[in-house]
């Protein structure tokens, strides 16, 4: 398909998705990313949040939730290096919710015993993915 760009979106564990859209966003280092295919050629680090891919030929988008990483654009193809990556189906409001009370607790506790910045990635990750769960929930 001419007006298309492959995506593929990886975890350290597993090959979320791959295949063929029109269009993909998600959160970059400096704000919202929106590609479409022959886009300029891209390497940032990306923020916890949504993807959204527009995947060609369907009306309904693939939403896959990561929790930072790298994202390398090519004008015909797009990938996605997670350090964490979760199914927009697969998301657990309630897990997240708790991950983000630890945190918030870890980082209020002034003992110097915790990791301020293991800390502050989780409750940036959990707030993230309770976000990208409110997305999912408004688009359905």
Avoid at 73 to 91: E, S
Avoid at 101 to 114: C, D, H, P, V, Y
Wanted: a negative charge.
């Amino acid at each position: 398909m001419a007006n298309t760009i492959h995506v593929d979106v990886v975890s350290a564990e597993e090959l979320i998705f791959s295949g063929e859209a029109t269009f993909v966003a998600l959160p970059g280092e400096q704000g919202e990313l929106g590609i479409y295919p022959k886009h300029t050629p891209l390497i940032t680090r990306i923020r916890p949040g949504a993807v959204r891919i527009q995947v060609a030929g369907k009306a309904e988008e693939e939403f896959v939730f990561v929790a930072g990483g790298l994202l390398e654009v090519q004008p015909n193809a797009v990938t996605v290096l997670a350090d964490t990556a979760i199914r927009g189906k697969d998301l657990d409001e309630a897990k997240a919710q708790s991950a983000k009370k630890l945190a918030e607790e870890a980082l209020a506790n002034n003992t110097g015993s915790i990791d301020y910045a293991k800390a502050q990635a989780e409750l940036a990750a959990a707030i993230g993915q309770l976000a990208a769960i409110a997305k999912l929930r408004a688009k359905h």
